[in-house]
């Protein structure tokens, strides 16, 4: 892209003044050396202080205040959401590891502690299968206790 097309998408910008100290240097050098884009730099400032002088309208304070509290009770929902995605993450986690736990332990007492050194893959298979399920199954009661959390909160809306 050349310098001339750079400057001129950045000419409504640089009238309404609100490009940095750089960008609006490097906009009035070019529209210095380039008459079209003078003039279409001065179209633009005439519109732009055209567009400041009609009124602003006052949104109704009302509104406002809906507003900011719609924001903040969606702001609100979002950390729980979050909050609640990272229960039910530390919950599965937690019961994989009772799981993993579980079977060693049970094999250290039932076996020996040699028998946690054996090479045999039945039994561990059975044990991480089921301390799985496990996890599935308190994943699973998390997320509807949480769904029958986020139901009653929003009835209560």
Do not use: K, Y
Request: net charge positive; aromatic share 8%; with cysteine.
């Amino acid at each position: 892209m050349s310098e001339h097309q750079t400057v001129g998408e950045l000419l409504a910008l640089a009238a309404a003044g609100v490009l940095t100290a750089g960008e609006q240097r490097r906009v009035e050098d070019h529209a210095r050396a380039c008459e079209a884009c003078a003039r279409q730099l001065e179209a633009w400032r005439a519109l732009s202080g055209e567009l400041r002088r009609l009124p602003t309208p006052a949104a109704p304070a009302e509104l406002v205040a809906r507003t900011r509290a719609r924001v903040f009770e969606e702001l609100a929902a979002a950390a729980e959401r979050r909050w609640d995605d990272a229960v039910l993450v530390f919950l599965s986690l937690f019961a994989w590891t009772v799981g993993v736990a579980v079977w060693a332990i049970v094999r250290l007492v039932n076996n020996g502690l040699l028998a946690l050194l054996d090479a045999r893959f039945t039994e561990p298979v059975i044990w991480l299968t089921a301390s799985s399920v496990l996890a599935w199954l308190t994943a699973g009661v998390v997320a509807v206790l949480v769904g029958h959390r986020r139901r009653m909160t929003w009835r209560n809306l």
